[in-house]
């Protein structure tokens, strides 16, 4: 059932009322039509009485509808000043049930912010089909975007910030042709002409069991030294994990073991070929200490001397 606020101004009076224009070093883009916010809500699935975490409200578009669709506790995060007095204005509307936080979505813990409510939703087992009553939401800056998403995804992967109360879904937009590839099996660019520039809502929900057997980090280097020449065949990028004595016979070594042509490219691989390649990578790194730490960008690199770093290679994630 949805919830009625009481009577507020229209989204776009509020943006008049409260002087609100689009910064761009923030890369604001505000969504103005609540039937696109009550959308992206419904796409987030959230019901009576779920808690939600919205990162960059902006004006509220999203706020609103969150609230309409009876979220009991919205905690908000937002780094403009410019947007705190208008979302005071929807907080009062909204009785007790909306927080504002005026901080920077990159510095804060959200797994924090409902570490000591005793009434929040319960803890789901991780392993359960359940999902916990709670949800993070946002439209992200596109400025943002990457690495809080990079963060997200990490903390999803060792169960822990909100991830810690289980697997708690993420609601993000994007512009639709990003959309698209994150939805797409194979990560390949297979959208031209570029379309429009539009508006996708990809929610992610974590698996029971990664599909991927390493720690996020493992998988994280793999991944940012093979897009590193992503017009390239995927092998140059690939030979920048290793010292230049063992690049030909460690690169070979992996293509041969996960069956993939080393002259394609990595955009052009899929999810299951990503996986293959880091559990690969991860067993050269077992067998050569110190390789996981080896930075091609270093000179001073060599495998003897970062051999002796502790705690060189993270542990698998937690299945
Ligand atoms: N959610 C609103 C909407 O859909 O209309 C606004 C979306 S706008 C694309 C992105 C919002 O994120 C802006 O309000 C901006 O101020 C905010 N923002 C930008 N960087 C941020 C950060 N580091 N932490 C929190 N909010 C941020």
Redesign the pocket.
Known sequence: MALRLPPLPALRDFIHMYRLR??KI???????DMNI?RK?AKQAKVKENDWVV??????????RAILEAGASRLDV????NR?IPPLQHLAEAAGSRMFIHH??????EIGDIWKNEPNRPSSVDWHSPNLPAMHVI???????ASP?IIKYLRDMSYQRGIWQYGRVPLTL?FQLEVAKRLCSPIACSCFVPRPQVDVGVVRFVPRKTPLVKTSFEVLEKLCRQVFHYRQKYVEKGLKTLYPPELENELADELFKKCRVDPTTTSIRLGIEQFADLAEGYNEQCIRYPGLFLYDYTNKQHNLENLSKEPNALPPPVPV
């Not at 919205?54 to 706020?63: D, L, N, R, Y």
């Not at 995060?77 to 403009?80: G, K, Q």
């Not at 901080?103 to 804060?108: C, G, I, K, P, S």
């Open positions: 689009a910064k923030l890369s604001q883009n505000y969504l103005m916010t992206i919205e990162i960059g409200p902006g004006p509220g578009g999203i706020t995060v937002e780094i403009d947007f901080e920077d979505a990159l510095r804060t946002g439209n992200l800056p596109f400025n943002i809080l937009t």
